[in-house]
């Protein structure tokens, strides 16, 4: 069974975004507040950003992490992701990890975020979200109203809509499914 094994190359990707919105390292460090070195040392593969790092450079290129990430993935028209693949730990917490559950570049992404969350950040997908809750409880903040959403609940939202939220126990589990721009599968060669 050939299983996926490659690493991310998520420098490259963020290289080809920021080159196609012809901007420069030091445009892109003083948006993000990260450092030109680190975003260089990214770009070239010599540095993995932490999660709140590759959010920065995402909000920063206009995009989201979930992009760059798949951009960064070849697309694969099968693709197995196994319970320990794929995990990035928040530097905002040591109890959290996120975990991406499609990888390549789909129009389909879905992610598993565990434990904590940073309520602060906001989000503001350009295309359709669905959040459920597979274990604990989350608070949801969206068009001025809160939802407390507990274990099998779905929250959807449509795209555009501006969004925040925070778990409100350690042993929140959350899966996160989003709708990218079209984009069409292909495999690569020799796969």
Known sequence: MDEHKETLRVGAAVRRR????ELTLAAVAERSGLSV?????????????????LEKVADALGTTAVELLAAA??????????A????????ASPHSVVRSLVRGH????????????????????????LMYVTEGAVEVEAEGRAYRLGRGDTLYLTG??????????D???VLVVAVAEHIEARD???R
């Open 18 to 21: 920021r080159r196609a919105q």
């Open 37 to 53: 070195p680190f975003l260089s040392q990214i770009e070239n593969e010599r540095a993995r950003p932490s999660r709140r790092s």
């Open 73 to 82: 993935d070849p697309a694969h028209t099968v693709d197995l992701v196994r």
């Open 84 to 91: 320990g693949d794929a995990t990035v730990t928040e530097d």
């Open 106 to 129: 789909h129009q389909l992404h879905a992610e598993e975020f565990v434990g904590d969350h940073d309520p602060r950040r906001e989000f503001q997908l350009r295309n359709d979200v």
């Open 160 to 169: 555009g809509v501006r969004h925040r939220w925070r778990a409100t126990g």
């Open 171 to 173: 042993d929140a589990r």
């Open 188 to 190: 690569e060669p020799g």
